[in-house]
């Protein structure tokens, strides 16, 4: 059996005089990694100082969400959606433009899909 790969990362980067947080998507999530990571994303954004955050979100290597994950991806987005003003994904699936697409709807702030890396980090820089 092959290594299968999959999870969230968070930190935060800074890009010229902006700091976002940054979040990894990789492979096929699951309930265990948003128990895992919600605790930290929780913490991270309690500790921000800015009331809003400007977040850039690499989906390159996203391939789905288990049922259970996807409505936990779901509860995420409601509980944080009015924390940021600004979400930049990173992706080179169609199915991840349209995933894009609906979570504008539980994002207070602007939420924009990109397949190049550079013009989303410029779209936050703006």
Same mark, same amino acid.
């Given at each position: &059996?092959?290594? !299968?790969?999959? *999870? @969230?990362?968070?930190?935060?980067?800074? =890009?010229?005089?902006? /700091? /976002?947080?940054?979040?990894?998507?990789?492979?096929?999530?699951?309930? #265990?990694?948003?128990?895992?990571?919600?605790? &930290?994303?929780?913490?991270?954004?309690?500790? @921000?100082? !800015?009331?809003k955050v400007k977040a850039f979100v690499d989906a390159s290597e996203l391939e789905g969400? $288990?049922?259970?994950?996807?409505?936990?991806?779901?509860?995420? *987005?409601?509980?944080?959606?009015?924390? /940021? =003003?600004?979400?930049?994904?990173?992706?080179?699936? !169609?199915?991840?433009? @349209?995933?894009?697409?609906?979570?504008?709807? /539980? =994002?207070?702030?602007? =939420? $924009?899909?990109? $397949?190049? $890396?550079?013009?989303?980090? #410029?779209? @936050?820089?703006?």
């Open positions: &059996m092959g290594i !299968q790969r999959h *999870g @969230l990362s968070i930190g935060i980067d800074r =890009v010229n005089n902006d /700091f /976002f947080l940054t979040l990894k998507a990789t492979g096929k999530l699951t309930h #265990q990694d948003y128990e895992t990571i919600s605790p &930290m994303i929780d913490s991270a954004l309690a500790e @921000l100082k !800015q009331a969400w $288990e049922l259970r994950a996807a409505w936990d991806d779901f509860k995420l *987005g409601l509980k944080h959606g009015n924390h /940021f =003003v600004k979400i930049a994904i990173i992706g080179n699936k !169609q199915w991840q433009a @349209l995933a894009a697409k609906v979570g504008r709807w /539980f =994002v207070s702030g602007e =939420v $924009e899909f990109f $397949e190049d $890396e550079n013009a989303a980090l #410029q779209w @936050l820089s703006e």
